[in-house]
């Protein structure tokens, strides 16, 4: 993957925000140059609506976050930055101005997207001294989660330029597809507009109100298009008989006289009327930041479902996020632990997410063994028992875990955990564990661990190798001069 | 909600079949009629997935199944039925024949659903004696997974009996939404037709091939669409300016000229065979039936995150999902056990899902905590403490749990959990849990854990009430005279 060494936006706005959000978080420095007078602001909503999304999104180390500048020209937006992405209004004239201003400030070899959902690259790159290297980048609401990119080249972009911005995308987290030719509105909006036009027809004629068509989408293919697209799905329902049998089946559908998508629905006061009522008998109970909040958990929760796809391997989205976390593994600074230090290992930062509550708003239970499960592999880390080992079929397994409860995590909850060595020999590994509520410092749970070192294909314990076991001896020398735990060595039920 | 009594098929295939599954998972007796050589085995194996499905959806008690008998004529199979369901093949004068004759044999009160996918009940119902009882039910594919049913109406169709439909639809699981008039296609298939009208347009004008349209569903609105519709998605996008807002701003694009929609695709030879190879290259590296495996793994996923969604509460589908197993939940017999008996209860059944599962197909740690946590509940269901009673403001917290992992569990084992009550008064309960593997008998984990009777709201440890107390101390009693299990009142790492 190619790294992005700064950014700039053009352009804020909930589009623009969005994007700066996703290069801050991957730890990229961003410029942002918006004339509107309130550009800060909803940059800031933005921001906080991203950060609380990848707070749930992902475990994975996140680089420090990069700095966001809020500058007074293009021109100073541009500096030194090596993609540029546009955001301004849906306008040919005042995009094209925006990316031929940008084209001439900007290093030749700088990335140039623009976020246009509609207007093809050939007509934004008419006036550009170095057209190769523009595109168009378009993104889907909310941008800082949904991982889609289009990426759309015109007569002049060089192929380069889009591998190169696909291979760029994947260090923010994102899934740059390349459209192989540009039409106006690319793939995914001429498909959404399609649905659009049929709905508005459906509402107009009172077939069904907005409340019944969400339902009929939500609770029967739009969850199919959350995981397989509709060719695959469709594919599925060939059977084994393939492709070729479900077309024979159901192409002839098309010359039915089933929509009205030769018409144009004519958008009266009426009409708009009619659908804004509706909506509100639908979702007005709720405020908009209600809603895209429930929204951002239930899209956090489907990449997560994603994640477990395939048997574990990760399916679209979810393969997805597992690639962006290797990643973001990879780069992680290695954290420097004096492993001769006499404290506790400070292990994880994390909070309460949303799947993780009963409808009580409490963790649940085993969503604590989750958090000590965490806190094991970040000990691993440390004495070199990474991803890498765990494929080359050695590992540490849990042979016996003591929990305590202390108190209640509620959702929100800001959490770290700490870790003290209480014994260790060739093959085991026994350790303490904490979790602390990071407002008050308090213990909420402590668990109290055994680990063996196996060999995961022979499936016995082993003892392990000199590289490991050296670490585990500093770290368990240390942390000896430490007074045991109160907790440790119990049974349940024994008293104080 | 209304139960179904007896429910009859008249079609088998992977429609019909599925329809069966539904009703036989939800303890309703099917009769099937299906003069296809082949339906048995059809229906066979869509069972197959169906129970597999559910072995992962849900932890609910569900019925003992529905018994399934395949009969020699639709007179016979509609004998008794309250529910009957026609999935034909889509020929008009083929379904109008076959409910005519079903209306003829039918109890004259039976409700029938016909899953044509877009012809008109009017069309259907015109020869019928009682026309009033029969509506379109039109299904999604898998259809034991979706939960969507369209109900629409004839002009000769009672309302009543679209309500009736909806409150019996919600016993076996399902979402009726009733759509105010009938047109051809009704809802969903109007609006997947216009996507692949213009996805067909898309692939022979050669913008994108099959796999990149359905990266570009899956890694955006796909997901959007599996929680929130159009409308509701479109309101936020709106922001706090609303629908009004929305509408104004993206309405004009209507009339812009991005859809190909107003021709039809002329589907050549040519055009099919494009479709079928960029097909296999997308998806031909794995066969139908691994295909649907990872659909319906990754549907149950999704529900399982939406159960999370609006905080705990449930969102969509996995509210759905939550109402379903709160119904059999107050459905399900209350189990009679011998509280006096002197063994171990036997408490859980379960499986290990794909979402349980580490890259390697082993149980990840926290999973085991979860389903001695299902253990803890089935425990205190036995002793009165139910969702009703926790709702009411009292229950039992864990404050100490002691695992040891004496084996594996992996992806698909069936296992099940035993208990012994070790001690109790009248606030504490100290028991001690195994899962077993289902298939050796080996337990391959140990729980044991401490309770502790608490009044919720308060946040303190109270003494339980009689009725209660009653029953732990029968238990105990039982109990007592059992050997204490092997690993009870141990500390992580005791010698053995």
Same mark, same amino acid.
């Given at each position: 993957?190619?790294?992005?060494?700064?950014?700039?936006?053009?352009?804020? =706005? *909930? /589009?623009?925000?969005?994007? #700066? &959000?996703?290069?801050?978080? !991957?730890? @990229?420095?961003?410029?942002?140059?918006?004339?509107?007078?309130?550009?800060?602001?909803?940059?800031?909503?933005?921001?906080?609506?991203?950060?609380?999304?990848?707070?749930?999104?992902?475990?994975?180390?996140?680089?420090?976050?990069?700095?966001?500048?809020?500058?007074?020209?293009?021109?100073?937006?541009?500096?030194?930055?090596?993609?540029?992405?546009?955001?301004?209004?849906?306008?040919?004239?005042?995009?094209? =101005? *925006? /990316?031929?201003?940008?084209? #001439? &400030?900007?290093?030749?070899? !700088?990335? @140039?997207?623009?976020?246009?959902?509609?207007?093809?690259?050939?007509?934004?790159?008419?006036?550009?001294?170095?057209?190769?290297?523009?595109?168009?980048?378009?993104?889907?609401?909310?941008?800082?989660?949904?991982?889609?990119?289009?990426?759309?080249?015109?007569?002049?972009?060089?192929?380069?330029?889009?591998?190169?911005?696909?291979?760029?995308?994947?260090?923010?987290?994102?899934?740059?597809?390349?459209?192989?030719?540009? /039409?106006?509105?690319?793939?995914?909006?001429?498909?959404?507009? !399609?649905?659009?036009?049929?709905?508005?027809?459906?509402?107009?004629?009172?077939?069904?109100?907005?409340?019944?068509?969400?339902?009929?989408?939500?609770?029967?293919?739009?969850?199919?298009?959350?995981?397989?697209?509709?060719?695959?799905?469709?594919?599925?329902?060939?059977?084994?008989?393939?492709?070729?049998?479900?077309?024979?089946?159901?192409?002839?559908?098309?010359?039915?006289?089933?929509?009205?998508?030769?018409?144009?629905?004519?958008?009266?006061?009426?009409?708009?009327?009619?659908?804004?009522?509706?909506?509100?008998?639908?979702?007005?109970?709720?405020?908009?930041?209600?809603?895209?909040?429930?929204?951002?958990?239930?899209?956090?929760?489907?990449?997560?479902?994603?994640?477990?796809?395939?048997?574990?391997?990760?399916?679209?989205?979810?393969?997805?996020?597992?690639?962006?976390?290797?990643?973001?593994?990879?780069?992680?600074?290695?954290?420097?632990?004096?492993?001769?230090?006499?404290?506790?290992?400070?292990?994880?930062?994390?909070?309460?997410?949303?799947?993780?509550?009963?409808?009580?708003?409490?963790?649940?239970?085993?969503?604590?063994?989750?958090?000590?499960?965490?806190?094991?592999?970040?000990?691993?880390?440390?004495?070199?028992?990474?991803?890498?080992?765990?494929?080359?079929?050695?590992?540490?397994?849990?042979?016996?875990?003591?929990?305590?409860?202390?108190?209640?995590?509620?959702?929100?909850?800001?959490?770290?955990?700490?870790?003290?060595?209480?014994?260790?020999?060739?093959?085991?590994?026994?350790?303490?564990?904490?979790?602390?509520?990071?407002?008050?410092?308090?213990?909420?749970?402590?668990?109290?661990?055994?680990?063996?070192?196996?060999?995961?294909?022979?499936?016995?314990?082993?003892?392990?190798?000199?590289?490991?076991?050296?670490?585990?001896?500093?770290?368990?020398?240390?942390?000896?001069?430490?007074?045991?735990?109160?907790?440790?060595?119990?049974?349940?039920?024994?008293?104080?």
């Amino acid at each position: 993957m190619t790294k992005i060494n700064k950014a700039a936006c053009i352009g804020g =706005g *909930v /589009i623009g925000g969005a994007w #700066a &959000a996703r290069f801050v978080l !991957a730890g @990229i420095d961003v410029a942002i140059f918006d004339p509107h007078p309130e550009a800060e602001r909803i940059i800031g909503e933005v921001m906080a609506n991203a950060e609380r999304a990848y707070g749930m999104l992902t475990m994975a180390p996140l680089p420090p976050k990069g700095k966001i500048t809020f500058v007074k020209s293009v021109e100073e937006a541009v500096q030194g930055a090596d993609w540029i992405q546009e955001s301004v209004p849906e306008r040919v004239d005042l995009k094209r =101005g *925006v /990316i031929t201003q940008i084209d #001439a &400030a900007a290093d030749p070899t !700088a990335l @140039i997207g623009s976020s246009t959902s509609g207007i093809m690259p050939t007509d934004l790159q008419r006036d550009m001294k170095h057209p190769e290297r523009m595109f168009v980048a378009h993104p889907y609401n909310p941008v800082y989660l949904l991982p889609l990119a289009e990426l759309v080249g015109g007569e002049k972009t060089a192929r380069a330029t889009l591998e190169d911005a696909k291979a760029k995308l994947a260090t923010i987290g994102m899934k740059g597809v390349i459209i192989n030719k540009e /039409i106006e509105a690319f793939v995914g909006d001429r498909l959404l507009e !399609a649905v659009w036009r049929e709905g508005l027809w459906l509402i107009k004629d009172d077939i069904c109100d907005t409340e019944t068509l969400d339902d009929v989408i939500r609770y029967s293919f739009g969850m199919r298009w959350a995981q397989m697209g509709m060719f695959e799905t469709y594919r599925i329902a060939g059977g084994e008989a393939g492709m070729r049998h479900f077309i024979a089946q159901f192409g002839p559908c098309l010359s039915w006289p089933w929509t009205k998508l030769t018409d144009v629905v004519d958008l009266t006061d009426e009409l708009v009327d009619k659908i804004a009522n509706q909506s509100d008998a639908q979702s007005g109970a709720r405020g908009i930041r209600e809603l895209e909040r429930i929204r951002d958990q239930n899209l956090v929760g489907i990449m997560h479902a994603l994640k477990a796809g395939d048997d574990g391997r990760g399916w679209g989205a979810g393969k997805l996020l597992t690639e962006f976390e290797d990643y973001l593994w990879a780069n992680a600074k290695k954290p420097e632990v004096d492993l001769g230090e006499v404290k506790p290992l400070k292990i994880l930062d994390t909070k309460v997410s949303a799947a993780w509550v009963d409808y009580n708003g409490h963790m649940t239970e085993h969503r604590y063994l989750q958090v000590f499960g965490d806190t094991s592999d970040g000990v691993l880390r440390l004495i070199g028992v990474d991803l890498e080992y765990v494929r080359d079929g050695h590992s540490y397994y849990t042979v016996e875990t003591h929990i305590r409860h202390l108190g209640e995590a509620k959702l929100g909850d800001a959490l770290y955990t700490t870790c003290q060595i209480l014994s260790s020999d060739d093959k085991r590994l026994q350790f303490f564990s904490t979790i602390y509520n990071a407002q008050t410092n308090e213990p909420v749970a402590t668990a109290e661990q055994m680990m063996l070192h196996v060999d995961s294909k022979a499936g016995k314990a082993v003892a392990a190798p000199a590289q490991v076991l050296d670490k585990v001896k500093a770290l368990t020398e240390a942390h000896a001069r430490l007074p045991v735990p109160e907790g440790a060595g119990r049974h349940v039920g024994q008293k104080r």
